[in-house]
């Protein structure tokens, strides 16, 4: 049975740098319905407010998940013997049109979500978030676990410019799709532009864990209190490579010294196992202030973490679905 789903290119016949650069050197999809988990690349960064080159994360993230293997060395999960998982290419973008972008984006989003299928992306600028927000959660909001430097639940900028990658969750909200009470954002800090700028994510009431609360708390209470805030309702993970110090991940448009080592990020997202997971993403990996492709590693890796979770999950899930259906009968 488990021999039927796509699996990555043995490295052991064919060497890792040989063939094309699919995600995790799996089959590329063209029809949704081939995958039950889909990997997505948005090649966009319009959204930047300042250091732009996250457009060309896809392509390196790609290209350095060839280093992935088949089975988590901790928690053993095999996802490709789990669920049928492909790269199903790029999102459709346009660089000079923010919002018909976000409509193309979007677009191509609701057809995976229309198929039963779960996306883990890899952007692309947060402002990626949005677009797949909006195909995704439009029935209900969903929660979140979010790894980042910043809320990005800024307002406007540069006038009166609602949609920039400071900005997707305060839309989010705004527009119901995530729910600020299952939200949880961990490794917040930096400089601000006013003291007030967190005060819209706060009264909204998502749990902000700012990155000096979790250097008290350390991973195992940090988890125990995402997953309290998250509980058991369809959650989404987002992560912001910039969520990590950037000795370990440089190549990001908005760098913060003092962040989470890349140890404490495989903790924390390896402490999500069984929540009820509906998808992730990894944004803001910016090639172009990148060296040596290293923070296109840690995106990939990190990918590859969210992608045993959420395999997990949804296998679950379906499990559960059959039993019920069986029970029905
Ligand atoms: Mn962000």
């Known amino acids: ?117 779960i996306p883990i992306s890899a952007g692309g600028d947060h402002l990626v978030t949005l677009p797949i927000f909006r195909a995704i959660a439009k029935e209900r909001p969903v929660g979140m676990v979010h790894f980042d430097a910043h809320s990005d ?67 195992a209470a940090t988890i125990a209190e995402a997953r309290r805030v998250v509980g058991t309702e369809p959650t989404y993970v987002s992560f912001d490579v910039d969520a990590l110090d950037p000795s370990f991940a440089p190549g990001t448009g908005t760098p913060e010294i003092g962040g989470i080592t890349t140890l404490e990020a495989q903790h924390m997202v390896r402490g999500l196992r069984g929540l009820n997971l509906i998808g992730a993403d990894v944004v803001e990996v910016a090639p172009p202030f990148d060296q040596g492709g290293s923070t296109a590693l840690v995106g990939a890796t990190m990918m590859f973490e969210l992608l045993c979770v959420i395999a997990e999950a949804h296998a679950q899930r379906r499990t559960i679905g059959a039993e019920r259906s069986a029970s029905v009968e």
């Open 1 to 117: 049975m488990a021999s039927t789903f796509p699996q990555p290119l043995d490295a052991a016949l064919v060497p890792r740098f040989a063939g094309l650069p699919t995600f995790m050197r799996l089959p590329a999809v063209t029809n949704f319905s081939d995958v039950d988990v889909a990997l997505v690349g948005v090649p966009w960064d319009g959204g930047t407010t300042n250091r732009a080159g996250a457009r060309h994360g896809p392509r390196e993230i790609r290209n350095m998940s060839s280093l992935m293997r088949k089975v988590h060395h901790v928690s053993r999960i095999a996802p490709y013997d789990l669920l049928r998982v492909g790269d199903v290419g790029d999102a459709p973008v346009n660089p000079i049109d923010l919002l018909d972008c976000l409509k193309q984006i979007e677009q191509f989003y609701a057809s995976i979500f229309r198929a039963g299928v």
């Open 153 to 219: 639940t800024n307002d406007t900028y540069f006038g009166n410019n609602p949609y920039t990658h400071g900005t997707p969750f305060r839309r989010a909200i705004e527009e119901g799709l995530l729910d600020p009470k299952r939200t949880v954002q961990i490794g917040i800090r930096g400089s601000v532009y006013s003291a007030e700028d967190l005060d819209f994510a706060e009264a909204a009431g998502i749990r902000v864990i700012h990155m000096e609360e979790f250097a008290d708390l350390g991973v």
